[in-house]
């Protein structure tokens, strides 16, 4: 179903922005086997340029160096094929994951997995980060199995190194009683493993611009909560604020603390929690504060509803809402809460 949304996307629409993403994370895997900076955007665009690529490059490579050194070897063929290669792995993992998710609900039937498939394949996100060539269909499938509680450190600390904001999912493990020490030790481990990888990176490297990721950002792919808000009191390319003036930042920080807050108090309350539902709610919180998100990062929000359809037991009114929620991610991303809320109210109210 994804593949065919895209397929239809290109033919009648044509392929303005096909592999974007993608070919970032080629002029970056590029300019690693070059031995250059590939956080330097203006050679990012010049290998670019070099290749005939028409993209719209914005800030650049902005990932952890890991996820560019695990694409060095793509970065030696032509970027068209190495983006075919990438959607071809992209949908494996999303099939591995999708399988991963399905196979947790309890009492599994063909009508439910066929539609569970098709509704998955059709999630915007899932459709939007196979059109742009986006790391997330890999990330989710790493994050799926530590969904079913397989080595759930090592792969929270893998996923992390790719996107960052997975890490939140490490709240699931401080906040059980008691402490996950140890899966959280893992994981934590894995992640400075991995990001050992920055040492040495160039001055425009990804530690060096904080700035970038902390301020306001009116770009129109950001949908995050730091987005919207910038949106609503700064002019951006293609709107007039409502607000002008509207101080963004400490709005933003504001939200993002009362959403952790929230988050921290209902996985504290939550009685006889499962793991699923713990992890599936700390990423949500990943996704929807991160400062700088675009809607193809939503993509791991396919936890929250595979958690929210094995716990509904006979409530429908919550699957009435949950689809709801789901249908309103393309229309404005921070309805996201909506999937957030459902998910947070079925682990204070299993029952």
Known sequence: MALARVVHSVATRGSSGLFNDFYDYWAAGVLLNRGQDPYDIAALHAVQRAAGLQVETGAGYSYPLFF????RPLALIAAPEAAAIFMGLSLIALCGAIALLLGSIPRLNWPVALTGGA???LF??????????????????????????V??????GLASAIKLYPISGFLAAITERPPRWRRLAIGLAVLGVVLLLQIGAGGASIEGRAGYFLGPDTYWTNESINGWLSRLGIAS????PPLHGLPVEPLMLAAVAILAALTVVVLLLAARRPWEGALALSLWLGVVTAPKNSL???TPLLLCIAFIWTAVRGRWWIVAVGVAGWLLIELQAQLALIIGGITAYLLLRPE
């Not at 560019?68 to 694409?71: C, G, S």
């Not at 080595?151 to 929270?156: F, R, T």
């Not at 390319?237 to 007039?240: A, D, E, I, K, Q």
């Open 68 to 71: 560019a050194h695990l694409l």
């Open 119 to 121: 509704a998955a394949g």
């Open 124 to 149: 915007p996100p899932v459709i939007g980060s196979l059109y742009f060539g986006q790391a997330n269909l890999l990330v989710l499938l790493a994050l799926t199995v530590a969904y079913g509680c």
């Open 151 to 156: 080595a759930p450190g090592p792969m929270l």
């Open 237 to 240: 390319t293609w709107t007039s």
């Open 296 to 298: 193809w990062n939503f």
